[in-house]
């Protein structure tokens, strides 16, 4: 390591120090030994071990447990405008390439895993949308938003705003308040509507993205839904916990017979059915606002069949670890009660979004359920979150989507 370092060191422990070096890019404030100089919130530290060796340069945080988030092991690299553009269009041509150039609407940043921690950007057609939830990415947001901006536009991206959807509590564990609404954009005036249209899979989607859940629309979830609707021709769909009714969308546009969408909140029925006629499908869908876990139980004791193809994507059951015991509880009934109301020979698609919900125990969930329902499960595909949240294999938070389509037999 260089001797002339312009950073603060802070120290690491010999456990922190093999965390980092099997490819973490998180520091725990435990592990921090000392510190040698001072830093501000959310500045730039060296990463030392107790034998000087250099480990990487990263933000510190002063009110996480996550004490610094790494974003170089390069002792080399220098921090500044010219860096951080790299970055964004190294990030933007990953997705051109695995989304074989269908752009128009994905996660163009996804956290650590493009070496922006705590970051997210999701594009909306013509919106970009931020949420920033590390202080050192606070920090530095007012270079790095016009960056983005400046990329996508000079790839022939037309981009008209960056509305910033920083309403979420976690933010409070950074020491920072919640707050949402334009970023503005030097000499431009922001956009009037924070609504825009997105086209995915051909269904287009009416995307509020100040009121809309997350970001707006959940992107991960693009590939699955395309795999349901290859699926769904001439069956008799159920889709639980719609949403915004995107798997009912592609269902019903897959050819299905018919099609039932459930979830409990009125206002997403309502948005579900403005999606369903807006593609002209309004009249293959069959809107509920119920509760699964009442609706299951009912149609049971009502005896029939009348599902050949339940989709289960659910919201995140569990947000902690202390919470996955219930969680798994909660998962197990609405795929047992699932299981039984179909018939022999019908489909399942069934996910999970937490990533507190590992992929070993989700598997153990459905083989347990499978037994408690006294059938088979036919594995057709396991698959994940699509390729624009690419998973790093040394960083396991990024990797929390669990999708599986089965049949039954």
């Given at each position: ?22 490819g973490h890019p998180w ?334 125990l989700f598997v153990k ?45």
């Open positions: 390591m260089k001797a002339d370092r312009a950073f603060p060191r802070f120290i690491i422990t010999k456990k922190g120090t093999r965390w980092v070096e099997q520091i725990y404030a435990e592990e921090v030994i000392r510190e040698e100089g001072t830093c501000e919130n959310g500045a730039l530290v060296d990463a030392v071990s107790e034998q000087g060796k250099y480990l990487g340069t990263g933000f510190v945080s002063r009110e996480s447990k996550i004490r610094v988030r790494l974003v170089s092991r390069n002792a080399n690299d220098r921090f500044d405008e010219a860096f951080w553009k790299r970055r964004i269009e190294y990030a933007w041509n990953y997705r051109k390439t695995v989304m074989g150039g269908d752009v128009s609407c994905c996660r163009v940043i996804f956290g650590e895993a493009d070496g922006f921690p705590g970051l997210t950007v999701d594009r909306f057609s013509d919106l970009l949308v931020t949420q920033t939830l590390s202080v050192g990415m606070e920090k530095i947001k007012a270079m790095l938003f016009p960056l983005l901006a400046e990329v996508l536009r000079a790839d022939g991206q037309t981009i008209r705003g960056i509305y910033e959807r920083n309403d979420v509590a976690i933010r409070a564990l950074e020491g920072m308040e919640q707050n949402k609404g334009w970023f503005c954009l030097s000499g431009e005036r922001p956009p009037e509507s924070t609504v825009t249209e997105i086209c995915e899979n051909g269904v287009y989607y009416s995307v509020d993205v100040e009121n809309g859940q997350k970001t707006g629309f959940f992107l991960d979830q693009k590939y699955n839904r395309l795999a349901v609707a290859k699926l769904a021709k001439g069956k008799r769909v159920l889709d639980c916990f719609t949403h915004t009714g995107s798997f009912a969308l592609n269902a019903a546009a897959g050819g299905a017979e018919s099609v039932t969408a459930v979830d409990i909140s009125a206002s997403a029925v309502e948005m579900a059915k403005a999606n369903a006629a807006r593609n002209g499908l309004q009249d293959k869908i069959h809107f509920l606002n119920a509760d699964v876990f009442d609706l299951l139980p009912a149609l049971a004791e009502e005896g029939k069949k009348p599902f050949d193809f339940i989709i289960l994507d659910p919201p995140a059951f569990t947000k902690s670890r202390k919470t996955v015991n219930s969680a798994e509880r909660g998962y197990k009934e609405i795929n047992l009660r699932a299981l039984k109301l179909l018939p022999r020979g019908g489909y399942l698609a069934t996910a999970s979004c937490s990533h507190f919900m590992p992929a070993e969930m459905l083989r347990s359920a499978a037994l408690d329902a006294g059938v088979e499960l036919r594995q057709i595909e396991a698959r994940q979150q699509s390729p624009d949240h690419p998973i790093l294999w040394n960083v396991p938070e990024t990797d929390y989507l669990k999708f599986y389509l089965f049949q039954v037999v």
